[in-house]
């Protein structure tokens, strides 16, 4: 099983910038890759980000791109998504989530962290 506990989310203003944290536990040696994922209120969840957990390239989607960065620590089994640039329409319960090698869905989400952007 893995663990993921999301934090850094909070209150900004349009323009602004916060850095989300994703702390990983458990069976790390079971993992490909790492997500960040957004749900603002009414609608359905959206990929925002992806990294390789053990080779960090990133991928990202078109409006985040230019942004948004997505890292990892493999250290401190931290995965970080710095945000710059917010929009109110980036306003969204942040998720992260683990993709284990030989699966082809995302099974470990965290609970996520609010993110809300004033205009």
């Known amino acids: 099983q893995v663990q993921l506990v999301e934090s850094g989310g909070g209150l900004v203003q349009a323009g602004g910038s916060l850095r989300l944290s994703c702390a990983v536990s458990?069976?790390?040696?079971?993992?490909?890759?790492m997500g960040w994922f957004r749900q603002a209120a009414g609608k359905e969840r959206e990929f925002v980000a992806r990294?390789?957990?053990?080779?960090?390239?990133?991928v990202y989607a078109d409006s985040v791109k230019g942004r948004f960065t997505i890292s990892r620590d493999n250290g401190l089994n931290t995965v970080y998504l710095q945000m710059n640039s917010l929009k109110p329409e980036d306003t969204a319960v942040y998720y992260c989530?683990?993709?284990?090698?030989?699966?082809?869905?995302?099974?470990?989400w965290g609970q996520g962290t609010q993110v809300t952007v004033s205009s």
């Open positions: 989530a683990a993709l284990r090698y030989g699966r082809d869905r995302y099974e470990h």
């Open positions: 458990g069976a790390i040696y079971s993992i490909n890759a």
């Open positions: 990294v390789s957990w053990s080779y960090g390239n990133a």
